[in-house]
């Protein structure tokens, strides 16, 4: 879990840091300098943690179950719950993200192969679940290979 430090800044300090970390992101324009940028600054457990934290919102938002979902990104109920809430009550952001994300065609792709590869552990019943996600034709023991 992250350490917050006990030395409080003032409020005024405080937003001028906020204000130079967003404006350090907006500038940034490709995903190379984004992913340098960012993984500079998170250690790795922080990156798994919020990409998982964006995978979950996102299948909240496509429909998907939450015990569906702790199943698919492997992460506790609390987790799926305390994203879920932040959507619902304080996810303009989230929303922003998600909106964008889902309406590019190389996001859809992406996202339905790490579905594909989460679910190859599962039985061929557990595919009927998630439509698109069908196994190929003459292969109904492993989808995936």
């Not at 790795?44 to 996102?58: N, S, V, Y």
């Not at 179950?65 to 987790?79: D, G, H, P």
Request: no cysteine.
């Amino acid at each position: 879990m992250m350490q917050v430090s006990k030395n409080y800044l003032s409020k005024n300090l405080e937003n001028k840091l906020f204000e130079l970390f967003f404006d350090s992101l907006a500038h940034i324009s490709n995903r190379s300098d984004i992913e340098k940028f960012l993984f500079s600054l998170i250690s790795p457990f922080e990156k798994t943690m919020l990409a998982k934290r964006l995978g979950i919102a996102i299948l909240l938002t496509k429909g998907y179950r939450q015990e569906e979902i702790r199943k698919i990104l492997r992460v506790s109920n609390e987790t799926v719950s305390r994203v879920s809430m932040a959507l619902n009550y304080r996810g303009e952001g989230y929303k922003i993200v998600i909106k964008r994300a889902l309406d590019k065609e190389r996001f859809n792709e992406i996202f339905g192969t790490i579905l594909k590869e989460t679910l190859s552990a599962f039985s061929y019943s557990n595919y009927r679940k998630w439509p698109g996600l069908e196994p190929h034709k003459g292969d109904k023991k492993t989808p995936l290979g």
